[in-house]
């Protein structure tokens, strides 16, 4: 059975950092998307980075754009999410996520492997 497993949440001063990771196992790791999402209660998920099966594609989410970087080792069949200067509103249990790959990018419906989430808390 596939597994993503995502590690790294936690609370945090607004301003701060924090390297979120997600480890696949049993899974078709480096020819496929990743990305990572996020849901705060009360809101819908959103698509906040993904990245292509060579790294050379990457999509972020404008609120992030310049704070977040996504990357992977495909070696160690590894996902990473690099938050900085993280804000309040960026609060909410973070998902680690696979899919297709298809016509040069990562469409948001084609995620269909998720993890069990980890939880970012930023405090003002």
């Known amino acids: 059975q596939v597994q993503l497993v995502e590690s790294g949440g936690g609370s945090v001063q607004a301003g701060g950092s924090l390297r979120l990771s997600c480890a696949a196992t049993?899974?078709?790791?480096?020819?496929?998307?990743m990305g990572w999402f996020r849901q705060a209660p009360g809101k819908e998920r959103e698509g906040v980075a993904s990245?292509?099966?060579?790294?050379?594609?990457?999509r972020y989410v404008d609120s992030v754009k310049g704070r977040f970087t996504i990357s992977r080792d495909n070696a160690k069949n590894t996902l990473y999410l690099q938050m900085n200067n993280l804000k309040v509103e960026d609060s909410a249990v973070y998902y680690c996520?696979?899919?297709?790959?298809?016509?040069?990018?990562?469409?948001?419906?084609?995620?269909?492997?998720w993890g069990q989430g980890t939880q970012v808390t930023v405090s003002s």
């Open positions: 990245i292509g099966p060579g790294g050379g594609y990457t």
């Open positions: 996520a696979a899919g297709v790959y298809s016509r040069s990018s990562c469409p948001p419906d084609l995620f269909t492997v």
């Open positions: 049993r899974y078709s790791y480096s020819s496929s998307c």
